[in-house]
């Protein structure tokens, strides 16, 4: 006998209308010895909708007891009672809700937990390398280049101000940005201008300090 036929038409004609919901935020997984459980999709989350038996009243309604978390939008608890029938859905709405709701945030819990910003000695490395390449701009300073350079040493020098308040990812970000400026402008800089201790010291900033995750100082040097 299918699982559909274990129970009252009424409470099987509800369970799929209610499975029939499943989207990106929340899943149905096998039920075990229970009706329904539904699961809050994220892998993290432990926010569940649990639907565990059924009775029948001496009037004929039935009740089915569920437990659920969270309780409801002020209380991310556990509750468990039992609910008539022409309730249930509603109630199963009342979780998915939330659950859209959680899921609909912007990510400010997780991102500040994981913002970095990079420590003292990488940033003095960092503020020397800049300062290299900045004096390198002034050497390869032409008539045409000239404004392009000019703007690329005021972002260096806004970068080296910000060193000590900017997180890991905003200073990645703006260094990309400088250094892809200046290979747009077809600025090679070599042995001349870098030596290859300093060269060396911007490399190890990159692979440690900062990860751009790019070869922006290979194709530069």
């Not at 006998?1 to 499943?22: F, G, V």
């Not at 539904?38 to 009037?59: E, G, I, L, W």
């Not at 945030?105 to 420590?119: A, G, T, V």
């Not at 990488?122 to 404004?147: G, M, P």
């Amino acid at each position: 006998m299918s699982n559909k036929k274990k129970y009252p038409l009424t409470l099987s004609t509800e369970i799929a209308e209610i499975r029939a919901l499943e989207d990106d935020k929340i899943k149905f997984v096998l039920p075990g010895k229970n009706i329904l459980c539904a699961k809050d999709r994220d892998v993290n989350s432990k926010f569940h909708f649990t639907v565990h038996k059924y009775q029948t009243m001496n009037d004929g309604t039935i009740q089915v007891f569920v437990s659920k978390k969270p309780t409801s939008k002020d209380e991310v608890g556990t509750e468990k009672k039992w609910i008539y029938l022409d309730q249930f859905k509603q109630a199963f709405l009342s979780w998915k809700s939330i659950i859209e709701a959680y899921n609909s945030l912007n990510n400010i819990f997780e991102e500040s937990e994981h913002i970095q910003y990079i420590d003292s000695e990488s940033k003095r490395k960092l503020d020397y390398a800049l300062e290299i390449i900045d004096k390198a701009l002034d050497n390869k300073k032409t008539e045409e280049n000239k404004s392009a350079i000019d703007s690329i040493k005021k972002d260096i020098s806004s970068l080296r101000e910000k060193l000590d308040t900017e997180n890991k990812k905003s200073i990645t970000s703006k260094l990309e940005s400088i250094l892809n400026k200046i290979k747009k402008i077809g600025i090679k800089f070599s042995k001349e201008f870098l030596s290859e201790a300093q060269k060396e010291v911007i490399k190890r900033i990159i692979k440690g300090g900062i990860d751009l995750g790019k070869e922006f100082i290979s194709d530069l040097i």
